[in-house]
């Protein structure tokens, strides 16, 4: 399978509003509400910050928000702050069995 | 608080096997799935394969038939062995407990390892 499509970066000022996209086809995000978004600090473990689509784990800030339309799921972070300066991967559960993740998206705080 | 820590060696000459293990802590590996991700120097994440203690177990297909994950039950480990390796396997390895009951994630991860893969 072939991985989701994602923008390579996006920025914003601190207080500001991102939002990434995330594209696949009907096999994967727009087939399944099983998208899930990933924070990525080089060096350290990834963490969970959405699930099936827009649910939060426990300890995640509800400035993480997310949601899915046809093919494209997004992520959207409300309220910048410079800790949210990461790599954001978004995945889906795709059919028979397969997983998949996103290219990943560089989000600067300006 | 579950954690998860990748053992191995950093450097697998090509076409060896590549032999990691995943040590899990405060919890038990019997109870989900299990995963191994791995990311390519300045490239995306991407999916390995996971397995449940019970055996059942799901690759990618672009890896399957090189890819072996297997459970300790007794250690509360799980392991990756990825065959006739070549530099393209270099990359940055990572473990993950997987949510595999009505929903599809990845709750908690590793630090990661690196594995290089060069004679």
């Known amino acids: 399978q072939s991985a989701l499509t994602q923008p390579p970066s996006a920025s914003g000022s601190p207080g500001q509003s991102v939002t990434i996209s995330c594209t696949g086809t009907s096999s994967d995000v727009g087939g399944y509400n099983y998208v899930s978004w990933y924070q990525h600090h080089p060096g350290k473990a990834p963490k969970l910050m959405i699930y099936e689509v827009n649910k939060r784990p426990s300890g995640v800030p509800d400035r993480f928000s997310g949601s899915k339309s046809g093919n494209t799921a997004s992520l959207t972070v409300s309220g910048l702050q410079a800790e949210d300066e990461a790599d954001y991967y978004c995945s889906s559960y795709a059919s028979n069995n397969n997983y998949v993740f996103g290219t990943g998206t560089k989000v600067t705080v300006l | 608080q579950v954690q998860l820590q990748e053992s191995g060696p950093g450097l697998v000459k090509p076409s060896e096997t590549l032999s990691l293990t995943c040590t899990v802590s405060?919890?038990?590996?019997?109870?989900?799935?299990w995963s191994w991700i791995r990311q390519p120097p300045g490239k995306g994440l991407e999916w390995i394969g996971y397995?449940?203690?019970?055996?059942?177990?799901y690759h990618n297909p672009s890896l399957k038939s090189r890819v072996t994950i297997s459970v300790d039950t007794s250690n509360n480990q799980f392991s990756l062995k990825l065959s006739s390796v070549t530099a393209a396997d270099t990359a940055m390895y990572y473990c993950?407990?997987?949510?595999?009951?009505?929903?599809?994630?990845?709750?908690?991860w590793g630090q990661g390892t690196l594995v290089t893969v060069s004679s």
């Open positions: 397995m449940h203690y019970t055996g059942s177990t």
């Open positions: 405060a919890g038990s590996i019997r109870s989900y799935y």
């Open positions: 993950a407990r997987f949510i595999r009951s009505g929903n599809y994630y990845f709750d908690y």
